[in-house]
């Protein structure tokens, strides 16, 4: 007698989740597809940013006054002066204010992150973890704005008085340093809680072995916890500089508004969030050049901060550590 098997046919409904076994009642169906209507929504939404941002860019460099190589790699940055031509539209001057600012920034937050996320996993009590952390975390919460004045009102004068007055460096009122220090104590929470929640995430049995063979809890901390929980760390080092590229505020008021082709940290930058803001508080037109000027500049801090995105989801992968 032959018999044959038959392969049940799967279903390839859009819906078809809620046909599983697992998902019974009504209420659970329900439940399953607001879920699912919450995350088409966002994926509509990231659709309709790339649409309306690209479809701007587009229109920009297909002007007979915008050439995309010049774009690319002039130095000159003048999308405002009365005399439209290619070699007003070189971007190059506010990719290399963006950053300086975003790498100085990280130099300082990243540092003094991790130094934090140590001491809360490693040395501090349960007491003074639950009393620190959210005082650290009260800097997260500050507006930008109120970051920005402080760099003009408190950093840039101590600059000014040990830098120029003491060793006769010329400090500019505003400054790219200033910015970068004021964004540095911004992203320090953001890079201290993700870093300190991967190393919590280590097992107890890893510090225990380590302490077995008699290792002191600093090298406990350095050599075993931090290699354990390096994936987490790079992530914060990644959304910490994803931070800074897109900080807007802080930066347009310490950092000032002149694109300029140096690597000077005590000179005045701009960077690509501080000129999308010039103009947006500026009497561009729509659908003028000057308009459209800010999506391609908007444009190429996403293509920017996407690749970072691309680099830090292949170093996560790569250090990545799975624990049973």
């Not at 819906?15 to 076994?21: H, Q, V």
């Not at 990644?238 to 310490?254: C, D, K, L």
């Amino acid at each position: 007698m032959n018999s044959t098997l038959v392969k049940p046919k799967k279903n390839t409904h859009v819906f078809s989740f809620l046909n599983s076994g697992e998902i019974s009642t009504v209420k659970e169906k329900i439940i399953a597809l607001s879920l699912f209507a919450c995350g088409v929504f966002s994926i509509l939404v990231t659709i309709g940013i790339i649409v309306s941002l690209f479809g701007e860019a587009i229109a920009f460099f297909v002007r007979p006054e915008v050439d995309f190589w010049t774009f690319i790699t002039g130095t000159t940055w003048r999308p405002l002066a009365k005399t439209v031509v290619p070699e007003n539209f070189g971007i190059r001057p506010l990719i290399r204010g963006t950053l300086m600012i975003a790498l100085l920034s990280g130099m300082i937050a990243i540092p003094l992150g991790v130094g934090a996320a140590i001491f809360l996993s490693e040395y501090a009590s349960e007491k003074l973890r639950s009393i620190l952390k959210p005082a650290l975390e009260i800097l997260a919460g500050i507006p930008t704005v109120v970051y920005g004045y402080f760099a003009i009102s408190f950093i840039t004068p101590i600059l000014k008085q040990v830098l120029e007055d003491g060793m006769g460096i010329d400090v500019s009122f505003f400054n790219a340093l200033s910015a970068s220090i004021v964004l540095g104590v911004m992203i320090i929470p953001l890079v201290a809680s993700i870093s300190e929640d991967a190393m919590r995430a280590v097992p107890r049995a890893l510090r225990e072995g380590a302490y077995a063979l008699g290792a002191t809890k600093f090298e406990v901390s350095t050599r075993v916890v931090v290699p354990a929980a390096l994936s987490g760390i790079i992530s914060s080092f990644i959304i910490g500089i994803s931070r800074a590229f897109g900080e807007t505020m802080a930066v347009s008021i310490a950092a000032g508004s002149t694109p300029r082709m140096t690597w000077n940290p005590l000179e005045s930058v701009q960077t690509m969030t501080s000129f999308i803001v010039q103009v947006s508080f500026g009497d561009a037109p729509a659908g003028s050049i000057n308009g459209q000027s800010i999506y391609a500049v908007g444009a190429t801090l996403f293509v920017i901060t996407f690749i970072m995105n691309i680099i830090s989801a292949a170093v996560v992968k790569r250090f990545r550590e799975a624990y049973d």
